[in-house]
């Protein structure tokens, strides 16, 4: 189902961040390349899934304190379960990058944007190569374990 068109505007509410959240969830799950990923918590997992990824991104694009958690620690032990992939990281940042610039223009946006892109490139530096920092090895190992 096409979503209806929305004028582009500042990036300035909690309110936005849910808005932004849920397309680019829309668009992750529709997707078969990266979609299945999600099937562990989509149903009744998923509002709260939801629910923590509204904190993460108010947390990193308007500096608040919402969020509390080790999303690097999550994804090493998703990887563990359940391999991801150099395009699976791809697809995710270029749906981000998609939802952020259909819905939203300005410094806020451009924020989204350049974290989204850093986050990429640690998060799929840190869960599918072996060049990790002395303490981020220790708790790999004590995933396998």
Avoid: C
């Avoid at 629910?51 to 108010?58: D, L, N, P, S, T």
């Avoid at 080790?70 to 699976?88: D, F, G, V």
């Avoid at 946006?109 to 303490?135: G, N």
């Amino acid at each position: 189902m096409q979503q209806p068109t929305i004028s582009l505007k500042p990036l300035k509410t909690r309110a936005d961040i849910e808005l932004l959240v849920n397309r680019f969830y829309d668009k992750l799950l529709a997707d078969e390349r990266i979609g299945y990923m999600f099937a562990h918590i989509v149903g009744s997992h998923w509002q709260k899934h939801l629910e923590k990824m509204y904190r993460f991104w108010e947390s990193n694009i308007f500096d608040s304190d919402s969020y509390q958690g080790n999303p690097m620690l999550q994804h090493i032990k998703l990887h563990k379960r359940q391999a991801m992939s150099t395009e699976m990281f791809n697809l995710w940042l270029a749906y981000w990058q998609q939802t952020v610039t259909e819905l939203f223009v300005g410094e806020k946006a451009e924020k989204a944007l350049f974290r989204a892109a850093t986050i990429k490139d640690l998060m799929q530096q840190r869960v599918l190569t072996d060049e990790l920092p002395h303490f981020m090895q220790r708790i790999r190992s004590n995933i396998n374990q």
